[in-house]
């Protein structure tokens, strides 16, 4: 056997071991999935409000500040997010790591107006089927929030220069990262017409 049909031998091998990488489509499979539980809630919340009105005397005028705000919040952390993948794939790791922490800032203020909102609302999480559904609701989304500053806190730690291991060519952790964190932006997007403008 010659020297070059070993080689050849040995790429047919290669060829064999390797698989296109389908992580990406997996985490969007599921964010579809995700997807359709926050249609459950909203076709819940929907399905109450014009099922089983309020009772007169209830209070379900929402301020819209603060919910503008968090939307506003959450538009620009999308766009700080996108702007950090794109300094990673340049091979920009500091640039990258500046953008995501500013990424995080922008979440943690959304989390903290959500606070806010929840301590000055006019009822309680079990004043009535309208005030446990928009808990519901918005403590599902700040869930998702919270679960998504914690992947970019990880991802900030892992694109560090020196020792990283998220770098231009291993970019899937912030690429899946930046994906989740576009879904959980455009589900608030969904949630704030719903909730606080029909």
């Not at 050849?8 to 990406?24: A, C, G, I, P, T």
Request: aromatic share 16%; proline share 3%.
């Amino acid at each position: 056997m010659t020297l070059l049909q070993s080689n050849s031998q040995e790429n047919k091998v290669e060829k064999l071991h390797e698989h296109d990488d389908f992580r990406l489509f997996g985490l969007s499979i599921f964010l579809v999935a995700d997807g359709m539980t926050f249609a459950g809630f909203f076709a819940a919340y929907l399905t109450f409000k014009a099922v089983n009105p309020l009772l007169p005397g209830a209070i379900y005028e929402l301020e819209l500040l603060l919910p503008s705000l968090n939307t506003v919040l959450l538009l620009i952390s999308s766009f700080t997010f996108h702007r950090a993948g794109k300094a990673l794939h340049r091979g920009d790791n500091c640039l990258s790591r500046q953008w995501l922490l500013i990424t995080v800032g922008l979440g943690f203020a959304f989390l903290g107006s959500q606070m806010i909102e929840y301590f000055t609302l006019p009822f309680g999480l079990t004043d009535n089927l309208y005030a446990s559904t928009f808990y519901a609701l918005t403590g599902f989304h700040g869930l998702h929030v919270t679960l998504g500053l914690l992947m970019t806190l990880i991802v900030w730690w892992q694109t560090r220069v020196s020792g990283g291991r998220i770098t231009s060519l291993k970019s899937f952790p912030l690429d899946a990262a930046e994906l989740y964190w576009h879904f959980v932006d455009g589900i608030w997007v969904i949630l704030f017409l719903i909730l606080y403008l029909l």
